[in-house]
């Protein structure tokens, strides 16, 4: 069965400060793997995806994120976190099959 | 382009009544999702269309959700009777694939059942 765990509920960090966030899925093949943001209020909004090829994929609002195929894991960084950064970060993993899954969130918050 | 479009953004209404919530996928995605998020239980997927048949609903709490698709453009999902456990947010979802493709939300509906 396939999943994805978001082992962080919530974190803190200084405004400047470097953010990563972290995600770990399940599964055999190679998934496809998003990170999504929800700002208080809002739906959620694709931050950016990984398909295949180079395993750095960058996305919008100066975030990216690593696929490592042997720690199963795609984290998502950012060398300096803004004020407006606060806000619910989803991971989510599909396939080929027809699955697709949500991670449960992490919430983080930015301290000036 | 306009993205998915959801109404309305809040609904307010007493135990017992009727909630119908609107939603417009994005033109030519054949996938449609309706999610619930709250605090308890965070985001469930409800049910999901392709090409306007539902394809699973295995997460619709009971009989009281029910959700049609009658066209490519429009969805609703329908809540009858309303109890005040069904408050949360409502989200529309739609995507051009289904496990391969990201999904693009509407900015969803706060249902409150008091």
């Known amino acids: 069965a396939q999943s994805v765990t978001q082992p962080d509920i919530h974190i803190t960090v200084s405004e400047g400060a470097s953010l990563e966030l972290r995600c770990n899925y399940s599964?055999?093949?190679?998934?496809?793997l998003f990170w999504y943001v929800q700002s208080p209020g809002q739906g959620l909004q694709l931050l950016l995806k990984y398909f295949s090829g180079d395993t750095l994929v960058q996305g919008i609002k100066g975030f990216e994120a690593e696929f490592k195929r042997s720690q199963s894991s795609f984290n998502l960084r950012k060398p300096s976190v803004h004020w407006s950064d606060a806000a619910e970060y989803f991971c989510?993993?599909?396939?080929?099959?027809?699955?697709?899954?949500f991670g449960t969130g992490t919430s983080l918050t930015v301290i000036p | 382009d306009a993205g998915v479009i959801q109404s309305p953004r809040h609904e307010v209404t007493e135990m017992g009544q009727e909630v119908t919530l609107r939603c417009k996928p994005i033109?030519?995605?054949?996938?449609l999702f309706w999610y619930r998020q709250t605090m308890m239980r965070g985001l469930e997927l409800l049910i999901y269309f392709n090409n306007n048949v539902p394809i699973d609903d295995s997460g619709m709490p009971e009989d009281r959700f029910s959700a049609k698709m009658p066209n490519a453009s429009f969805s609703t999902l329908k809540i009858q009777p309303s109890e005040p456990r069904d408050s949360a947010v409502y989200f529309c979802?739609?995507?051009?694939?289904?496990?391969?493709?990201?999904?693009?939300f509407g900015d969803g509906t706060r249902l409150s059942i008091l």
């Open positions: 989510a993993v599909g396939n080929t099959g027809n699955q697709f899954y």
């Open positions: 979802a739609s995507s051009p694939g289904r496990g391969y493709q990201p999904q693009h």
């Open positions: 599964y055999g093949a190679t998934p496809y």
């Open positions: 033109s030519g995605h054949d996938y």
